[in-house]
């Protein structure tokens, strides 16, 4: 009986903790890797608008925490996948944040994320990831759903 109780309970505390930041007004995110502990934690995922419309393209906020310095050789990756990779676009860390980022608040804005042929209207898997010059393992890696819309037609 108690067991029976404690389950759900235990369930909705994980889903609670990997998609905490819905709680605070962003978008539902996860870690690529949830088991792993990232340098760089974020805290929310914004898209503006959300869902995207066609017609307006849209922007990306991601705010977060960084516990070490982020160095400026740094590479920040943008990939959409549907679930199969579409694109990816790489910038250097310092075309999106004044560099080096020193350990502390860290927030990173991506505007006017797709190109025309992107904007149809179902939406993509996003990933962003950060990760330093000559290191495989990202320093942060963040994965979340953007969901695109066709304008409502108006009522004539
Ligand atoms: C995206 O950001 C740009 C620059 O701040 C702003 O002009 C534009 O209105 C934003 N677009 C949306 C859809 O929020």
Redesign the pocket.
Known sequence: MAISHAQPLLLSLLVSLFFLPSALGGTDFHNCNPLRSYPVKVKIVEI??DPVKVS????ITITGSTSVDIPDGATINLDLRFPEPISKRSYSLCDIVACPVAAGPIVLNF??VFTQQELTPWGYFVLITITEEHQEDPMMCVSFRCRITREQTSLL
């Open positions: 503006s608008p307006t393209n849209g922007n505007y006017n």
